[in-house]
């Protein structure tokens, strides 16, 4: 039988037993119908994992053994600034966190509308959380508060720095990414940068190269604002795992065997998306 995964927080294990929030007993017994000795998988989202097993009360359970699984994300730092866009970001979120991002960073630019509330981002934390229980990944990503895009291009640098750019000369992604391969560079800290609807300002452009970061192109079409990360994403992600299977990587097999396949966010079922943003273009 394949088992259920619940993020916790490191603080409620102690002494080889989780403390549940109320949140958590409505999952565990109300949506998984689990009782008293049935297990299930407790991660707290920094790479520590657990089986765990249902006390006899609904607010407790021990810790039968450590598992550690294979994490099934690259095995790099790879960090997300994204515009925030009218709509849709709940799904840039989800599909970030299952490509193995490790930050997210909103972001505010010229051209973003959305000022979103505090309970916006506590949304898309608890997305994160499913997402990254659905994916069998062991490292929770990491949502900050949205920012102004020229804060942002002043946190610590990643080695590699990428900026998603339309209507401008620029080779396109995966053709820096072929060329790293060839030149066999290997860096661990990557940050890609996408933009709004209506895209980046001048302004925007010159002070992200200023800052380090090289444009690049995903291609002749214009993405939409919720689309554009995750190509970017994916083409990131999969460059990374096939130069780790070059390199006679250590072949991740997918945790427990679950297929990870069915797409569903396992906890309440109803976050989902939070529709498009109708727009067709300007999103890089």
Not at 49 to 58: D, H, N, R
Not at 100 to 125: A, E
Request: proline residues 6%; glycine residues 12%.
């Amino acid at each position: 039988m394949q088992l259920q995964r619940v993020t916790i927080n490191p603080a409620q294990c102690q002494d080889k037993q989780i403390a549940l929030t109320p949140e958590q007993q409505h999952y565990l017994g109300r949506v998984l119908r689990l009782r008293s000795g049935d297990r299930f998988i407790a991660l707290d989202g920094g790479g520590q994992q657990w089986i765990a097993e249902l006390g006899v009360t609904p607010t407790q359970a021990a810790i039968v053994e450590t598992w550690m699984p294979q994490e099934t994300s690259a095995s790099i730092t790879l960090t997300l600034m994204a515009a925030l866009p009218k709509n849709g970001f709940d799904e840039v979120v989800r599909q970030a966190t299952e490509l193995g991002v490790n930050y997210i960073i909103p972001l505010i630019s010229d051209r973003t509308l959305l000022r979103p509330s505090p309970q916006k981002l506590q949304r898309w934390r608890r997305i994160a959380c499913e997402a990254t229980e659905q994916s069998e990944r062991l490292i929770l990503p990491q949502i900050q508060n949205p920012t102004p895009f020229p804060q942002a291009l002043k946190q610590p640098a990643a080695r590699v720095r990428y900026l998603c750019v339309t209507r401008r000369q620029a080779l396109h992604l995966l053709t820096h990414l072929l060329e790293a391969k060839q030149n066999d560079s290997s860096p661990q800290s990557w940050s890609v940068a996408t933009g709004p609807e209506g895209g980046w300002t001048d302004a925007e452009i010159e002070h992200a190269i200023a800052a380090g970061y090289q444009p690049v192109s995903l291609g002749r079409g214009i993405l939409r604002a919720v689309t554009a990360p995750i190509v970017a994403l994916a083409l990131i992600n999969a460059a990374v795992e096939v130069r780790k299977e070059e390199a006679g990587g250590d072949g991740e097999d997918g945790g427990d065997g679950e297929d990870g396949g069915d797409g569903g966010d396992g906890e309440d079922g109803g976050d989902g998306g939070d529709g498009g943003d109708g727009e067709d273009g300007g999103g890089v």
